[in-house]
């Protein structure tokens, strides 16, 4: 047995998460090389195993979430050196376990498009269910891409895992007019999508923000120009969720361009019972405040380092005072 190919193995097993069927395929070899080519490689310390007691202060920052905002917090502990790309992995492995757990059948989930939905899509795992559907909830098409390839691969990815009908949402993520938007609202094309958005159980979303390490989709890819981030910035925007955009202090209603946003609004999310928002990142901190503010979700799924930061935040805020503009929940 050669050492390369132990070490070969032994990457693809512990740091890849390969399982030892896939591992095989792909060296060539019986399951059973595998399984010894991994023992090898332990035996000969190539590989080396540590435990990791269970974080208190993953525990002790889900409770203060939970305490401060009313939502069910699950923090993904996470190395202090680790890369928000290692982070961001991290947290969509423990999602997808937790929306194989959530989503049965006979069930809608709405998902939003997104960088952060779309690594969650990876690391999802066949569950069968009888009778379900996955609807997008806002469109994607924009003036220099149609965006349809993107959005339209990440909902039949998460269809598939769940063997459950889909339903795309052909409009764009922004009308150039209101008045566009509520025309197109009114096609029986778009009123089935939108009905079976309307009977969603759970909505599975990230939070976009614009000057993100990992760069939000929606400021990345064309969806607005420069004469728009302007208008936003000066407007105290500091993320979107669902690509409707909101301020630190969870209002929304009086910003121009939501009014031309095919996504759903956070008081039309608030009618979903289960409110699934997914977040890594130091500087989205500001926009997942404002998310919760709005009481978009019922769910934050968290990694460590970026739960700490929103809670120095909420406190430096001063959580729980009056907003400075009218709050995006009233109404």
Same mark, same amino acid.
Request: glycine letters at 6%; hydrophobic letters at 45%.
């Given at each position: ?28 070899? *019986? ?30 920052? %889900? ?6 905002? %009313?939502? &069910? ?21 423990? @999602?997808?376990?937790?929306? *194989? =757990? ?62 459950? +009908? ?14 566009? &938007? ?6 029986? *094309?778009? &009123? ?15 939070? $976009?923000?614009?000057?993100? =390490? ?6 990345? *890819? ?16 500091? %993320? ?22 095919? %996504?759903?609004?956070?008081? =039309?999310?608030? @009618? ?11 500087? &989205?901190?500001?926009?997942?405040? $404002? ?20 809670? =120095?935040?909420?406190? +430096? ?15």
């Amino acid at each position: 047995m050669r050492e390369d190919d132990a070490f070969r193995a032994a990457t693809m097993y512990y740091l890849q998460d390969q399982t030892m069927d896939v591992i095989a395929r792909t060296l060539g070899v *019986s399951r059973s090389t595998v399984s010894r080519m991994i023992k090898s490689a332990r035996e000969s310390g190539m590989v080396r195993i540590s435990l990791r007691p269970p974080s208190r202060s993953g525990a002790n920052l %889900g409770h203060r979430l939970a305490a401060t905002f %009313g939502i &069910k917090a699950h923090v993904v502990p996470v190395r202090e050196s680790a890369t928000e790309i290692h982070r961001l992995e991290q947290v969509a492995m423990v @999602a997808a376990r937790l929306m *194989s =757990e959530w989503f049965s059948s006979d069930m809608v989930l709405g998902v939003a498009w997104g960088n952060t939905v779309a690594a969650i899509s990876r690391h999802l795992t066949p569950t069968p269910t009888r009778g379900s559907a996955v609807v997008q909830l806002n469109g994607s098409a924009n003036t220099s891409a149609s965006g349809v390839t993107y959005a339209s691969g990440l909902i039949t990815t998460i269809a598939s895992a769940f063997d459950a +009908t889909m339903y795309h949402f052909p409009v764009p993520a922004f009308f150039d007019y209101a008045e566009t &938007k509520h025309m197109m609202w009114r096609e029986q *094309s778009i &009123k089935r999508v939108l009905d079976v958005q309307h009977r969603a159980d759970i909505a599975l979303f990230g939070v $976009g923000a614009i000057s993100a =390490e990992v760069p939000s989709h929606v400021y990345s *890819s064309g969806y607005l120009d420069d004469a728009e981030i302007a208008a936003l910035t000066a407007d105290q925007v500091v %993320g979107d969720v669902c690509t409707v955009f909101l301020r630190e202090d969870g209002s929304y209603r009086d910003i121009a361009i939501n009014s031309r946003a095919s %996504g759903p609004s956070p008081r =039309e999310l608030r @009618a979903i019972k289960r409110r699934v928002c997914v977040v890594v990142g130091d500087r &989205k901190v500001p926009a997942v405040l $404002g998310a919760l503010r709005a009481r978009v979700a019922t769910d934050l799924i968290i990694d460590e380092t970026t739960a700490s930061r929103l809670l =120095e935040l909420a406190r +430096t805020a001063g959580e729980g005072a009056p907003p400075r503009r009218a709050p995006a929940v009233a109404g």
